[in-house]
């Protein structure tokens, strides 16, 4: 089982995300969460959960704690470029689960040349797709002996300090979330379990809320700054989910990119470069997918129909 989304991608890399369910503004996400990683428990072999110390990942961690379900496993990837560690919150990361009663098994990716191959494959397998960083750590993923539980697939974030994220239609996915639907993945995403989980982190502050206005912010905050407005627009709908839900989530505020375009291994390098170029250069902006749900596509003039709720923002 991938997911209740039917996913299509062509040989551009273009993906097509259709669902015949229904969709609406949910509630009570700790218990969604919670209900998918039992049945996840009961019915999955050899599931792992893969923690980034990130705030989706960590949620979700969260949750498993409360639940102590030994079978799930917990896997912390580290992403190393000529032997130092690239995400500087790994180690608090590591102290997080720790304090949580788990000690996850820490599973290196060297990214040297074997590891940039492996991601051109993927790209040469489906077609120019996705976001430089999901291809490194969908090999990252494929490393793995058992199906790796990710925490990715829900709306909000991803567009980080490019693009016009201003005038960014809320219900625009990246298609970078949908990598695990490829049929020789072996991962599967809690949030996209099925649809009561997914539509539980479609809040009313998610449908409502106003854009920040960042005319006093500078023009080039990017995504390697954790800080951010941009990410701030995107995911703070999720982060006050996730905080309102467990207070002590705030230990692991503020999450920092998986790989930085480290200058000292060109190999990295130029494939960061290249992968985004490629990205960049597809027509009408198709790194970025809206669903469509039941014939109608949801987007910011489609919401109060397709979810059946009318934002007051909207009115």
Same mark, same amino acid.
């Given at each position: 089982m991938k997911g209740f989304f039917?996913? +299509?991608?062509? /040989? &551009?890399? !273009? +993906? @097509?995300v259709q669902t015949d369910q229904k969709m609406y503004v949910g509630t009570n996400p700790e218990y969604h969460v919670?209900?998918?990683?039992?049945? *996840?428990?009961? @019915? =999955?072999?050899?599931? =792992?959960?893969a923690y980034s110390g990130g705030m989706d990942s960590g949620f979700v961690l969260r949750c498993l704690a409360d639940l102590k379900l030994d079978k799930i496993k917990v896997y912390h990837g580290i992403f190393t470029s000529n032997g130092k560690i690239l995400a500087p919150d790994s180690e608090r990361a590591l102290d997080y689960a720790r304090y949580l009663g788990f000690d996850p098994k820490i599973v290196e990716l060297k990214l040297d040349r074997h590891a940039i191959n492996k991601a051109y494959d993927i790209v040469d397998n489906y077609g120019i797709m996705r976001n430089e960083i999901t291809l490194l750590q969908e090999v990252w993923i494929r490393s793995i002996d058992g199906v790796v539980i990710k925490s990715v697939n829900t709306f909000g974030g991803g567009f980080g300090g490019h693009g016009s994220p201003e005038q960014t239609d809320r219900y625009l996915m990246q298609q970078a979330k949908? *990598?695990?639907?490829? #049929? %020789?993945?072996? +991962? *599967? %995403?809690?949030? %996209?379990?099925?649809? %009561? !989980?997914?539509? /539980?982190? =479609? #809040? &009313?502050?998610?449908?409502? #809320?106003?854009? =920040?206005n960042f005319s006093p912010f500078p023009k080039g905050e990017k995504y390697h700054n954790p800080m951010n407005p941009y990410t701030f627009n995107e995911s703070l709908f999720k982060w006050l989910i996730y905080l309102n839900c467990y207070p002590d989530m705030k230990e692991i505020f503020f999450k920092f990119p998986t790989a930085v375009r480290d200058r000292s291994n060109k190999i990295l390098y130029d494939f960061l470069n290249d992968i985004r170029d490629k990205i960049v250069n597809l027509p009408n902006d198709q790194e970025y997918s809206f669903i469509n749900v039941r014939d109608v596509e949801l987007n910011e003039n489609t919401a109060s129909e397709v979810l059946n709720y009318v934002p007051q923002r909207l009115v």
């Open positions: 039917n996913y +299509a991608l062509d /040989s &551009k890399g !273009v +993906a @097509t919670k209900r998918c990683l039992t049945e *996840i428990s009961e @019915t =999955i072999d050899n599931p =792992i959960l949908f *990598i695990h639907y490829l #049929s %020789d993945s072996n +991962a *599967i %995403d809690l949030f %996209d379990w099925d649809v %009561d !989980v997914f539509c /539980s982190m =479609i #809040s &009313k502050f998610f449908v409502e #809320s106003s854009n =920040i």
